[in-house]
């Protein structure tokens, strides 16, 4: 018997993975595998703002080494001098926006150095949302291996970004919601360096995290910090000038 049921929506058939991914420890790489699949998206990287001021990284995928410690950098004090600042604070909540397309002349001098030109990023598309008081900052890049997006792929990114936004949104506000060691359970599988950790240096940072889990299985004191990748970052930029 022929089904009569409607036609899926493109857009949102396109990121049903990522849609069936939400919750789940994976969803970095199922988001990066489908973006790359529909836009040729090379890097995602995904902030958290709140009206208040602060800034925090989610989300780093792809193929920018540097991510995580452009991440840090961003979320330290570059957010400030972001110039899409004020058109995602000027935005209507749950409404998707959509940003300009990028300029590398938008950029300060030191901005454009440390996350474009010391990072091999030679395009960048990007949309947000707001839920409540937290914008979630979804970006998308290119590096010169790639080459800039093509006219083709950047109307594709502004056809599925709705969905992706929202998707984002919805897997960050889960994770806020669950347990503490399921938290840091979805960072073991999917940041570098923490996924190379062995399973005991991970228990050991799970403890440190998470006062709540110590006293459970393996008695291991507080592991050595982890270096400040944001000094890191600005300290080798300042070393090639």
């Known amino acids: ?19 069936l991914a939400i919750g789940r420890a994976d969803f970095p790489n199922i988001l990066i595998d ?44 570059f957010h400030e001098f972001d110039p899409n600042r004020d058109m995602l604070f000027e935005a209507e909540a ?5 940003l300009p397309s990028f300029s590398p002349h938008m950029y300060g001098a030191r901005y454009r150095k440390i996350f ?3 990072s091999d990023i030679v395009d960048k598309c990007a949309t947000a949302i707001w839920t409540g008081d937290t914008c979630f900052y979804v970006n998308f890049y290119r590096i010169t291996s790639q080459g800039r997006f093509g006219d083709a792929e950047r109307a594709r990114l502004q056809t599925i970004a709705p969905a992706i936004g929202a998707c984002v949104a919805r897997h960050f506000q889960e994770a ?5 060691d399921q938290n840091l359970a979805a960072l073991f599988a999917t940041r570098t360096p923490l996924s190379a950790l062995t399973p005991r240096e991970q228990e050991v940072c ?11 299985g393996i008695d291991a ?19 090639h000038r």
């Open 1 to 19: 018997m022929r089904s009569h049921g409607m036609a899926p929506n493109p857009a949102t058939a396109d990121v049903t993975p990522a849609v």
């Open 34 to 77: 489908t973006l790359r699949r529909q836009a040729g998206v090379g890097h995602c990287m995904v902030f958290a703002l709140t009206r208040a001021g602060a800034a925090r990284c989610l989300l780093d995928a792809g193929n920018i080494p540097t991510g995580s410690d452009l991440g840090a950098a961003y979320a330290g004090q």
């Open 94 to 98: 749950g409404a998707p926006i959509m």
């Open 116 to 118: 474009f030109n010391d």
């Open 176 to 180: 806020a919601a669950a347990a503490p």
């Open 206 to 216: 799970r403890r440190s995290a998470c006062p709540e889990l110590r006293g459970r």
């Open 221 to 239: 004191g507080r592991p050595a910090a982890l270096p400040d990748a944001e000094s890191s970052l600005l300290t080798q930029s300042g070393s």
